[in-house]
């Protein structure tokens, strides 16, 4: 049986400390769009989070707006990736919001297929 140290115990729980920090951290992030080729990447967990998108705030591609509890009828806002709501102006984009599909992207116009 091996014997610590008072040094290696504090060292022992100080990382413990840490890596509960750091799932903390992780269950409870709101995702950064970092570019790889195509395709956005969370800068900090490395999930997919979907096409990249040049015009949309967050970076990623959105297919569809909230939907309006009361009336159950589409909205002009788009749920961001750090759960902020951001609020379509776009004309075009606001004369088809009974025509969402995951065809069109709602900020670049992008099909979900990419070319």
């Known amino acids: 049986m091996t014997t610590l140290t008072v040094q290696q115990l504090h ?17 409870h992030h709101n995702h950064v769009a970092e570019r ?6 969370c800068a900090i967990c490395g999930e997919d989070l979907g096409w990249w998108c040049d ?9 569809f707006t909230e ?15 750090n759960n902020s709501d951001h609020v379509l102006t776009d ?13 069109r992207c709602l900020f670049c116009g992008e099909p979900e297929e990419r070319k």
Do not use: G, W
């Open 11 to 27: 060292e022992r729980n100080e990382l413990r400390r840490l890596r509960k920090a750091l799932d903390e951290i992780m269950q």
């Open 36 to 41: 790889s080729h195509d395709s956005a990447i």
């Open 91 to 103: 004309t075009f984009n606001l004369k088809n919001l009974n025509f969402q599909t995951m065809d």
């Open 67 to 81: 939907v309006d509890p009361i009336d159950d009828q589409p909205t002009a806002i788009v749920k961001l990736l």
């Open 55 to 63: 015009e949309s705030p967050d970076n990623t591609c959105h297919y």
